[in-house]
């Protein structure tokens, strides 16, 4: 099986670069004077919102037994772009400590392509993927203390999701020509790193988060794109931008 644009050195390198400014900026500011919204951390419940951007694509587990033969050459897996949109609850257990509650929806594309011979040519025929997730994720946020007014966060959770757009129920025998089948239901571990930026009126934080399915949510129906693949699991990086007030 082949990939285009390799997706976990990519987000390894997104990933650092969220936890090198977790670690940069507060030291490199805190000798900044006033403290904003000092008295933000003795309230129990903040309320907010969440904006993403993502890159998923599949973690592809292909048939044992499965061996490329002359008609079917390669499987390629290709990241596609995707935003989210999200509602954000949290409790503060301490000031160190904050459960999460972001209930929100993800569009997220994915593309598997495959590489058939045909008539001595190359035949590529992708199967794309548009799911738009009903997201229910709860976060555990182990935060530092501040530093002025800067805090650096890891993140750890869980997520169960509903494709809204999954096409599960379709037929494929009504359809021109077959699709790649997908289960509505999925669930998800989630891993991430962050920086709280104290503004005068709200707080702002950015993170990098990685999503790794745990379902397989492959339909398998036989069909020429489903029968060399032993499983499909959902698999994304997600860049957010949080307001809290």
């Not at 590489?115 to 530092?144: I, N």
């Amino acid at each position: 099986m082949e990939r285009t644009a390799p997706f976990i050195p990519h987000l390894k390198s997104c990933l650092l670069c969220v936890v090198f400014l977790a670690g940069s900026l507060p030291a490199a500011l805190s000798q900044q004077v006033r403290k904003n919204l000092a008295a933000f951390d003795t309230k129990k419940y903040h309320f907010g919102f969440a904006l993403s951007g993502n890159s998923s694509d599949f973690n592809v587990n292909l048939t044992p037994d499965f061996t490329f033969s002359d008609s079917l050459q390669a499987i390629i897996n290709t990241p596609q772009a995707g935003f989210n949109l999200a509602l954000v609850a949290s409790w503060n257990a301490t000031k160190n400590v904050h459960i999460r509650f972001l209930p929100g929806l993800s569009f997220q594309d994915r593309t598997l392509a495959y590489r058939f011979l045909k008539e001595g040519e190359a035949d590529l025929k992708q199967r794309r993927t548009e799911s738009v997730y009903l997201d229910f994720p709860l976060m555990l946020k182990l935060r530092t203390d501040r530093v002025g007014n800067f805090a650096a966060y890891a993140l750890v959770g869980g997520k169960l999701s509903k494709d809204m757009q999954s096409q599960e129920e379709t037929n494929q025998q009504l359809q021109s020509e077959y699709i790649l089948r997908l289960e509505s239901g999925n669930s998800s571990i989630d891993l991430g790193a962050g920086v709280d930026v104290f503004l005068p009126f709200f707080k702002f934080s950015i993170e990098g988060k990685f999503e790794l399915g745990q379902r397989n949510i492959l339909i398998q129906d036989e069909s020429r794109y489903s029968a060399p693949l032993q499983s499909l699991k959902t698999r994304s990086f997600i860049l957010s931008l949080l307001f809290e007030g």
